[in-house]
């Protein structure tokens, strides 16, 4: 019995850790915009004055609370409401990586100076790293490019059919 749930749980986890990858992929661009053209001075200011635990404590509070947003999509989604479900869940796990990507960035050295925290950061990162070298996300990262291509030139010839149709008219 071992024998089999070992290899269903790495499958699982490496599906989670797809999704989040992808999620994140997604998250960071906002996050960035957002450091760059939102300002909070003083909650950054506070956020970066606080000690370590509860810098950890702050940097938790996004995870806790949006966390239920999983079941809560799951629960949708089998009710009938998929559209609802997708959304929900889209949206909740974009504003969690946010926030959680934001929060790190502001607190990362004192976060570091925990010893579990540093030591599970580690092994987070090495995880990634694991999971970003095998052949089945370098895989879906090919097919993600293809698809962002296909996705720029269709917007690229809807465009052009947009402004060769306002020249027709005038």
């Known amino acids: 019995m071992k024998r089999i749930l070992k290899p269903v749980t790495y499958l699982l986890a490496a599906i989670y850790f797809l999704v989040d990858a992808i999620f994140a992929a997604v ?7 957002m450091a760059v053209n939102l300002e909070f001075r003083q909650l950054r200011g506070w956020i970066r004055s606080l000690p370590p635990y509860p810098s950890l404590c702050l940097f938790s509070v996004p995870a806790i609370l949006l966390e239920p947003i999983k079941p809560l999509a799951a629960y949708l989604a089998a009710t009938g409401h998929v559209l609802s479900a997708a959304v929900v869940l889209i949206v909740g796990e974009l504003l969690k990586l946010i926030l959680i990507e934001r929060l790190f960035s502001l607190t990362r050295d004192k976060l570091m100076t925990i010893p579990a925290f540093a030591w ?4 987070f990162t090495e995880a990634r790293a694991w999971l970003q070298a095998t052949e089945a996300w370098r895989g879906m990262r090919a097919l993600m490019r293809g698809a962002c ?8 010839g ?9 020249t027709f008219r005038d």
């Open 27 to 33: 998250a960071a661009p906002i996050s960035r915009w």
């Open 158 to 166: 809807l465009s052009g059919g947009f402004s060769r149709l306002a």
């Open 149 to 156: 291509d296909l996705l720029e030139q269709s917007r690229a």
């Open 120 to 123: 599970a950061h580690t092994r």
